[in-house]
């Protein structure tokens, strides 16, 4: 075993390294330095051999030589002195004739990493850079940057730095990337590498090798162009590396592209749709971290294409032996090109991953089909009616879950929902499903006939109950209940108050009974407005599909670790509490009057985590001519135009007529934040708006304007 | 770039560490470990993990993690990708990745990482430049070592490095000339219950063996290069001739390499070679099941199948499996609930058959998941997908070589999903109460 019965291990080295016996005869040094490095290759602490291996270092033997320098790099920080006397051996080796020798010694010599020994290793390392066999160089070239990284305060060598440079012109193509390499690392400070035109087509004519080619690309993101002729000749040179069957210099390539073509929106879009083979052969990879991967990039791109992958969407099903991070992301992807035609294909194809072995993989499948069910709600609650008499627990806390969301977002599901609720208490045990099955019970509580019942046990058990969560939902459900059923729900009401406020021990819990308690004492209507006030609009129709973003609001994050962490993040989203809490509802205009406005309410926060006291309500007035009933698609369309994004509507000829329309101001420079303005059209009543960020407001408002001045005027 | 590697084995114990910066503890793998423990099998951990201070990722093969720290925001398929190189270097050197061939060669391996990576950055990758440098073991070699004492590491330089042709070195002689491929195509396929193709695609990939004298500059082309989707390329194909001509051109490395790899995913192109009919069922009163499986040949263009194989993941409730098959063998694994017919060759006078009863768990609920039923087959002289070649031309050198083309079809994830029906029974006195 690696850490044990080291001591013994290294005393019996030891004497073997210094028998002259053994020193004399090469193999058997040689096999004694290889089970050295055996034994630290397993753990074992070997640092007391130092000076014996400093003593093996002076050798004829190459692969003795290479075998003691591994040694000497993992421990010479610990002895920095004896390894003073490695120095002159590897002086020695920097004049040998054989080039192997000299780059094998160049390259330790910097990798021993102790700031002591600087002074000797500078001298060999600028007679390195200029020594004819390119290995040499390459060795020497990025020992600069190890030198420097030694002491990253000291004085930057201004010669050192002129050669590198000239260095860029190298036969060799390693040599030149190397350079690359070691300019950005030593003048980090200065913000990397100065690239001017005469250096980027110099390097763009001679991409080599896969790994330096990425590297060149990442480089050159930061050259800007100087017209637009140079600018189209870089891209037909990029051209055949954009479909290069190298993934990574394929995402390197359209990374440049992206951010090259950033003022031309049109030519961005044409490379994405000429990267989706190759991204598609990265799919179907054999290494299944590749296909992650591609499949984590693939989710941006469809953020501004989301018409990109429509016809291969068999590409994204899932095979069996899939580890479960693949099949999950597959899912989210599977949802993004879900359309009339394939919908029944992929909801059985979704159906049969909600039975997987792994809890995670269902219960994303689960919420998948709850995605799609926002727009093809019959079948997909026809699915999740049919898992719940699977009588699965985490089947069923998944369904439940699933069921409260799209219930928040559809309300006409309320109905095959409340049917389907009967029964599936029992079977429920995790926190999470529990919660989201009172929260059902709570507002849908007049159509479940047996929520009262349900209920009753729930309130018995509160002694026993663990979850905060639970207990805050169980407190607003019973009073929900008691507003719509008080006959049946009073007494239950009652003993749930009473042991909250006399016995629970959490504060939370404690601090909420005694809210209700006190409301209560207000009157049933204040209750009502308190309890009752947020519920969403059944007769809002939500828009299928998302919107197109401008590819610009990703394309930074393109080929960086960002896309394939953002996984987390929605699954966090499938955990949280219930919808109202999250969903963000701007207030509607109470008084309507029968004179043909729109009211305009524009409801304006920043940031996300102070929400409650950063977000202000503004109102302002715009009158506006009468808008005959225009089809929702025009007015979407028209909308789009200028970037406003139309969230819901109702459906038209009903009164009032209402659309919610979201914006965000673009990412300027001084600013740090987006701003996002949410504004709900009221087809009546009046406007009135106090403009505090009068600057986005006003922009937003005179678009706004004309776009309707717009539409009206093309009615008439 | 990359910081450190980290080689753990698959009961977690780290068995090769190599930092190329400065030493970072082990300690950094414990943010792994909790991952690894937390995914239950180690397929299932995330590629990409956060810790406070560095990114780990690592890549999953032959039962080992290669485990990359990375300190900067980096480009994760250009690790994915080298990572991927290491593992496809250590099988090329030593015929497999595994952790007793890697602890046995320890040394050459900490010689090729060495070799590979300077500073975190990727120095010589290309297989036949670090041969030169550092030379596979061989048997005879190693014999010859031990009684000479003389290392397998060139004493020359590699001439490879610097000519123009960074793939192929100068100078090669044989007294034998000759060029080999194999174009070996995998069918990935999905049929749902009733036998209709869901999804279904052919990976290709044209393994060379080429050992020829000099510098010599073939072209291949095809009868029919029109049917290939995706292809990518050995760095020596010359792309520009591909897209005009549809041949490829190229001045080929030295000994074993990886041509080209394609897909053909356009439906209707791939052929299914074999059909699949089978039931199974569950009754709801008693505790059992009932398994028929037969396989016939469908379009094989008139080869015969071989290597015939049925892998069925039961559902969890079934206990054992009483089957009788009328050629080839069975097994059933109770652990791991895998049913597996070993059939061979497939003969089309007479279909092979499984059948039998399945004792199923009493008590428990009926099997929810639909088992799917997995195939792996052989067909040999036939590619699939039609490719054939055409015809191979040598130019720069004067002698003739020996030429030979071999296909080879095999399935890839080739999958069933099967049908599974559960009989209801009425309890008939329950209804009379």
Known sequence: MPYLGGEDTVRELRRALSNPNVQSDQLRYRNTILKVIR?????????????????????????????????????????????????????????????????????????????????????????????????VRRVAVLGWAKLHNLQPNSE????????????????????????????????????????????????????????GQCEVLRILQRYRPQSEDELFDILSLLDASLVS???????????????LCSGLPAVSLAALERVRGPLLAACGSVSRELRFTALCHIQLLLRSLPGLMGAHYKRFFCGYAEPAYIKQRKMQVLVELVNDDNVTMLLDELKGYCTDVNTDTAQAAISAIGRIGRSYSDRCLEILTGLLALKQEHITSAVVQTMRDLVWVCPQCSDTVCLALEGCEETLQDSQGRQALLWLLGVYGEQVSSAPYTLEVFIDGVRSEVSLGVKMELLTTTMRLFLCRPAETQDMLG???????????????????????????????????????????????????????????????????????????????????????????????????????????????????????????LEEQIQFPAIPHC?????????????????????????????????????????????LILGELLYTGEANQRAVLKKALKGFLSILTTVLHTLSSERK | MIHSLFLINHSGDIFLEKHWKSVISRSVCDYFFEAREKAVDPENVPPVLQTPHHYLISIYRGKLFFLSVIQTEVAPLFVIEFLHRVADTIQDYFGECSEGIIKDNIVTVY?????????????????????????????????????????????TLPTGQLSNVPWRRAGVKYTNNEAYFDVIEEIDAILDKSGTTVFAEIQGVI??????????????????????????????????????????????????????????????????????????????????????????????????????????????????????????????????????????KLNPQKLPNLRGSLSTQVGVPKPEDNPSLNIDLKIQQLAISGLKVSRLDMYGEKYKPFKGVKYLTKAGKFQVKMLCTAHFSTNWRSEYI
Not at chain 1, 93 to 117: F, G, H, I, K
Not at chain 1, 546 to 559: D, G, H, K, L
Not at chain 2, 226 to 236: A, E, K, Y
Not at chain 2, 276 to 293: A, N
């Open chain 1, 245 to 259: 069957p190298h993934p990574q210099v394929m995402a390197a390539t359209l990374s440049l592209f992206l951010s």
């Open chain 1, 631 to 675: 089809s929702p698609q025009s007015l979407q369309a028209a909308m789009q135009l200028v970037n406003i994004q139309t969230l819901a509507f109702t459906p038209p000829h009903t009164l009032p007529w209402r659309v919610y329309l979201y914006t965000h101001t673009q990412h300027a420079g001084d600013s740090p934040h987006i701003t």
């Open chain 1, 39 to 135: 034994a630290m290759s397993q753990g074992v602490d070997v640092s007391g051999l130092f000076s014996d291996m400093v003593k093996a270092c002076a050798t004829v033997d190459i692969v003795q030589k290479k075998l003691v320098y591994v040694f000497l790099c993992s421990y010479a920080a610990l002895n920095p002195e004896l390894s003073l006397l490695v120095i002159n051996t590897l002086r020695k080796d920097c004049q040998d004739p054989n080039p192997m020798v000299r780059s094998l010694a160049l390259r330790n010599m910097t990798n021993l990493r102790l700031p002591s020994l600087m002074e000797y290793v500078e001298q060999p390392l600028t007679a390195g850079l200029r020594d004819r066999a390119a290995c």
């Open chain 1, 156 to 211: 930057i060598d201004a010669a050192v730095v002129n050669e590198l440079y000239s260095l860029l012109r190298d036969p060799d193509p390693v040599v030149m990337v190397n350079c690359l390499r070691a300019l950005e690392e030593i003048l980090k400070e200065e913000g990397g590498i100065a690239i001017n035109k005469p250096i980027t087509h110099h390097l763009l004519n001679r991409l080599s090798d896969v790994w």
């Open chain 1, 495 to 617: 003993r749930l108050l009473h042991y909250c406020i006399e016995e629970e021990p959490d504060m939370c819990v404690r601090d909420q009974a005694l809210l209700y308690y006190r409301l209560l004492h207000c009157g049933i209507e204040e209750t009502q407005k308190v309890l009752q006030g947020r519920r969403s609009d059944p007769s809002l129709g939500v828009l299928i599909g998302r919107p197109s973003e401008p590819i610009s609001q990703w394309a930074c994050s393109f080929n960086t670790l960002e896309p394939l962490r953002q996984g987390t993040v929605e699954t966090d989203s499938t955990s949280r509490g219930s919808p109202e809490h999250v969903t963000f509802e701007p207030k509607p205009n109470t008084d309507l009057s029968d004179t043909l406005n729109f009211s305009l309410t524009l409801l304006l926060f920043l940031g996300d985590e102070k929400m409650e006291e950063d977000y202000m309500c």
């Open chain 2, 111 to 155: 010689e090729l990482l060495e070799e590979m990576l300077d500073n975190g950055f990727p120095l010589a990758t290309e297989s036949n430049v670090l041969k030169e440098m550092i030379r596979p073991p061989t048997i005879l070699r190693s014999v010859v070592n031990t009684l000479t004492g003389s290392s397998n590491v060139g004493d």
């Open chain 2, 207 to 344: 393994e060379a063996c080429v050992r020829l004298t000099g510098m010599p500059d073939l072209t291949l082309s095809f009868m029919n290069p029109r049917l290939l989707d995706d292809v990518s390329f050995h760095p020596c194909v010359r792309f520009k001739r591909w897209e005009s001509e549809r041949v490829l051109s190229f001045i080929p490395p030295d000994g074993n390499f990886t041509l080209m790899n394609y897909h053909v995913s356009s439906q209707n192109l791939v052929a299914i070679p074999v059909y699949v009919k089978q039931s199974i069922s569950f009754f709801e009163t008693g505790p059992c099941g009932r398994l028929d499986i037969t396989i016939g040949p469908k379009q094989t263009m008139g080869k015969t199948v071989e290597n015939m194989m049925v892998t069925i993941h039961m559902p969890k409730a079934v206990l054992n499996a009483n089957l009788t098959a009328t050629q080839g063998t069975y097994t059933y694994d109770l652990t791991t609930k895998v049913l597996v017919w070993d059939i061979g």
